[in-house]
């Protein structure tokens, strides 16, 4: 048995305005400087007006790979103003924080750390509602019951997850999505390539998430290179923010994989962005599967067009692939071109393998690498070389 979970989904041009529609007495905004500053929380903040929806506060504070002691920063405050609503209006880590304080507001027994896929009673709802207005078009998280955090003590990653977590509604208004510059775009794109991708040929791969991958696989090859290289192209924008949404959708319904476990070793340690870090690692990740999920690979090939592999395999065929995609995108194609000097990258070695063996997205991975291979992937894709083992 499996279960197939999905918020609200509110989207296309204008789609902000059903923050008007909504029924609550006080909201609490959960963001981050960026978004005050480009005027989106003034935006926000006129809807919920309109409904007659008092803001209590503003919290701004989220970071970028926001850490547990930001969230519980943040849970202080909700407490005190006691909202009815939250609103999380930003990129992945503004949400994955509103997700979090939602379940310690309404949860106070439950650790944020605790959090994991067997709690069966959250009872979520209770207090407030949960809604999530994404800025940027790749993370997903607006339609996800996945958090990911940062323990900023012990220097790596949490990926926790549950189903009840859930955002009640998620806006997908591509207007809300016009700032984003295009290195960001580009980070964040090749973070919804991966998620379609992973969720698509993970181990549990099922029929309902399927579907859903492809077609943000296709928007994203599409539209990706147009919205970066111009950032009026609206149809682009849109198509960008409806694909990051769909890949979110698809891939939380039957998980991430290698890709993701990698990237978050390697942005936990040398801080490299989310959306970059999984985009750099997917096609090594696709070379080490290879043949344990070649069915999947070559479905993908024909779904974005890129059919014939010319004598290679369908592994070696979609990690090239990805990696032109990277590449019309200014995208880093190894470790080094990150910007990691090698004898930070040797001592952080045994740190980098330790995180991926137990980041929890690696056990849905059709191949599991040990820890003398997970050592020699990194150093592959430090020096971008072919994975040929």
């Given at each position: 048995?499996?279960?197939?979970?999905?918020?609200?989904?509110?989207?296309?041009?204008?789609?902000?305005?059903?923050?008007?529609?909504?029924?609550?007495?006080?909201?609490?905004?959960?963001?981050?400087?960026?978004?005050?500053?480009?005027?989106?929380?003034?935006?926000?903040?006129?809807?919920?007006?309109?409904?007659?929806?008092?803001?209590?506060?503003?919290?701004?504070?989220?970071?970028?790979?926001?850490?547990?002691?930001?969230?519980?920063?943040?849970?202080?405050?909700?407490?005190?103003?006691?909202?009815?609503?939250?609103?999380?209006?930003?990129?992945?880590?503004?949400?994955?924080?509103?997700?979090?304080?939602?379940?310690?507001?309404?949860?106070?027994?439950?650790?944020?750390?605790?959090?994991?896929?067997?709690?069966?009673?959250?009872?979520?709802?209770?207090?407030?509602?949960?809604?999530?207005?994404?800025?940027?078009?790749?993370?997903?998280?607006?339609?996800?019951?996945?958090?990911?955090?940062?323990?900023?003590?012990?220097?790596?990653?949490?990926?926790?997850?549950?189903?009840?977590?859930?955002?009640?509604?998620?806006?997908?208004?591509?207007?809300?999505?016009?700032?984003?510059?295009?290195?960001?775009?580009?980070?964040?794109?090749?973070?919804?390539?991966?998620?379609?991708?992973?969720?698509?040929?993970?181990?549990?791969?099922?029929?309902?998430?399927?579907?859903?991958?492809?077609?943000?696989?296709?928007?994203?090859?599409?539209?990706?290179?147009?919205?970066?290289?111009?950032?009026?192209?609206?149809?682009?924008?849109?198509?960008?923010?409806?694909?990051?949404?769909?890949?979110?959708?698809?891939?939380?319904?039957?998980?991430?994989?290698?890709?993701?476990?990698?990237?978050?070793?390697?942005?936990?340690?040398?801080?490299?962005?989310?959306?970059?870090?999984?985009?750099?690692?997917?096609?090594?990740?696709?070379?080490?599967?290879?043949?344990?999920?070649?069915?999947?690979?070559?479905?993908?090939?024909?779904?974005?067009?890129?059919?014939?592999?010319?004598?290679?395999?369908?592994?070696?065929?979609?990690?090239?692939?990805?990696?032109?995609?990277?590449?019309?995108?200014?995208?880093?194609?190894?470790?080094?071109e990150t910007g990691v000097a090698s004898d930070t990258f040797d001592e952080a070695m045994e740190k980098l393998i330790d995180n991926l063996m137990a980041d929890g997205s690696l056990i849905v991975s059709a191949r599991i690498p040990d820890a003398a291979e997970s050592e020699r992937f990194f150093r592959y894709a430090y020096d971008g070389r072919t994975i040929d083992f």
């Amino acid at each position: 048995m499996w279960y197939f979970v999905a918020p609200e989904v509110v989207f296309g041009p204008d789609a902000l305005s059903h923050l008007a529609e909504l029924r609550a007495k006080s909201a609490f905004i959960v963001t981050d400087k960026k978004i005050v500053d480009l005027g989106l929380i003034e935006r926000v903040k006129e809807q919920l007006a309109l409904a007659d929806t008092s803001v209590g506060c503003v919290f701004d504070d989220v970071e970028p790979d926001p850490s547990l002691q930001t969230v519980y920063r943040g849970v202080s405050l909700i407490n005190q103003h006691a909202p009815d609503l939250i609103v999380a209006v930003g990129g992945g880590s503004v949400m994955d924080a509103a997700k979090a304080m939602r379940v310690q507001y309404e949860r106070p027994d439950i650790l944020i750390e605790e959090i994991n896929p067997f709690i069966t009673d959250f009872g979520l709802g209770t207090k407030c509602r949960l809604v999530c207005v994404s800025t940027t078009s790749g993370t997903g998280s607006e339609a996800t019951f996945a958090v990911v955090l940062t323990d900023t003590e012990d220097q790596r990653k949490l990926s926790l997850i549950n189903r009840q977590m859930v955002p009640d509604i998620a806006i997908v208004d591509p207007q809300m999505a016009r700032a984003m510059p295009p290195q960001l775009t580009a980070d964040t794109g090749m973070d919804a390539l991966t998620h379609a991708i992973e969720g698509y040929s993970c181990t549990w791969n099922n029929d309902f998430s399927d579907g859903l991958c492809i077609r943000a696989m296709q928007l994203v090859f599409e539209y990706l290179g147009r919205a970066v290289n111009d950032v009026d192209d609206m149809e682009a924008r849109e198509k960008l923010h409806n694909a990051a949404c769909i890949a979110g959708i698809g891939f939380i319904n039957s998980l991430s994989a290698m890709a993701h476990a990698a990237g978050h070793s390697l942005g936990a340690v040398f801080h490299v962005p989310h959306g970059r870090a999984v985009g750099l690692l997917l096609p090594y990740t696709i070379e080490f599967v290879g043949e344990a999920a070649n069915d999947r690979w070559a479905e993908i090939l024909y779904a974005i067009k890129r059919a014939d592999p010319q004598g290679k395999t369908p592994a070696t065929a979609l990690a090239h692939a990805i990696r032109e995609l990277a590449r019309e995108l200014n995208q880093p194609l190894s470790i080094k071109e990150t910007g990691v000097a090698s004898d930070t990258f040797d001592e952080a070695m045994e740190k980098l393998i330790d995180n991926l063996m137990a980041d929890g997205s690696l056990i849905v991975s059709a191949r599991i690498p040990d820890a003398a291979e997970s050592e020699r992937f990194f150093r592959y894709a430090y020096d971008g070389r072919t994975i040929d083992f």
